[in-house]
Nanobody, 125 residues
Framework: VQLQASGGGLVQAGSSLRLSCATSVRTYNNYVMAWFRQAPGKEREFVAALSRYGGSADHDESVKGRFTISRDNPKNTVYLQMSNLKPEDTAVYFC???????????????????WGQGTLVTVSS
């Protein structure tokens, strides 16, 4: 499974961005899809996850109401729509996928078998 993240950039606080994660697998509906991020000097942290077939979504409290994870099945792509960006959102954003996670594992990065290369989001104040 290959994941290709894109859409990062340099924006001002209060702006919006949409990250994309294109997958190589046709049956990606069978996978839990997630976004994580890692800020400079900090550990990787969970951002959002989407269950198989997109039935339910989980967002970290720090991004709830501002970020939304979604999937476009015909395009085999998962999105992270980010609005009202803050300087503390600055990080490299990674998409991840796994076939066998249960809900309690969604927020644990080590649970995911497949990772994209990351895309940098920089939010200036």
């Amino acid at each position: 499974v290959q994941l290709q993240a894109s859409g990062g950039g340099l924006v001002q606080a209060g702006s919006s961005l949409r990250l994309s994660c294109a997958t190589s697998v046709r049956t990606y509906n069978n996978y839990v899809m997630a976004w994580f991020r890692q800020a400079p000097g900090k550990e990787r942290e969970f951002v959002a996850a989407l269950s198989r077939y997109g039935g339910s979504a989980d967002h970290d409290e720090s991004v709830k109401g501002r970020f939304t994870i979604s999937r476009d099945n015909p395009k085999n792509t998962v999105y992270l729509q980010m609005s009202n960006l803050k300087p503390e959102d600055t990080a490299v954003y990674f998409c991840a996928a796994d076939r066998s996670l249960i809900l309690s594992e969604y927020r644990t990065g080590n649970s995911y078998d497949y990772w994209g290369q990351g895309t940098l989001v920089t939010v200036s104040s």
